[in-house]
């Protein structure tokens, strides 16, 4: 394993972070959206969302450092590092999809082919390092309630 550097930590999460912000930016108004649809039973209020999110972004961030630092082998770290992007890719479209382009069903569909992608990362990412896997759990947990909350807000509306 290599050396744990904070600094380094900090960059990855970041990164995770900006990503998030960059999406809700592209997403547009996304609160006045939300409060507009008629939601189904489980509903979160509006202000849980950019809590639950900041604090997921920043376990992808760790967990992702978690495997750079690993003593695996180049060849799985690059296999995780490219689930890695390639779940981040489709969770950042997911908000634009669902918010800005009003596409309720093509978002859910994104959400059923990103919960995938979480699950094949994390497999990978355990291949590396059981951490980065471990830490991954909330956020798979998460994008499957959100596939549940999403189809169920299409079929309300």
């Known amino acids: 394993m290599k050396n744990f550097k904070v600094c380094d930590m900090l960059i990855s999460v970041l990164f995770a972070e900006l990503i998030g912000v960059l999406s ?3 997403a547009g108004g996304s609160f006045t959206l939300y409060q507009q649809l008629i939601r ?3 509903s979160p209020p509006a202000i849980l969302f950019p809590i639950v999110w900041t604090l997921l972004y920043a376990l992808m961030g760790v967990s992702v450092y978690l ?3 690993s003593s695996a082998s ?3 770290k690059l296999k995780a590092f490219g689930s890695y992007f390639f779940q981040l890719l489709l969770n950042f479209l997911w908000s634009i999809i669902y918010f ?3 596409m309720l069903w093509s978002a859910a569909a994104l959400l059923a082919v990103l919960i995938a992608a979480v699950a094949v990362m994390i497999v990978r990412f355990y291949k590396c390092s059981a951490a ?3 830490i991954n759990i ?5 994008i499957c309630f959100a596939l549940y909350l999403n189809a169920a807000t299409a079929v309300l509306n």
């Not at 909330?138 to 998460?142: A, D, G, S, V």
């Open 24 to 26: 809700s930016i592209a």
């Open 67 to 69: 495997v750079y630092i």
């Open 74 to 76: 180049p060849s799985p």
């Open 100 to 102: 800005r382009l009003n």
């Open 132 to 134: 980065a896997a471990g």
């Open 40 to 42: 189904p039973p489980l």
């Open 138 to 142: 909330p956020y798979f947990l998460w």
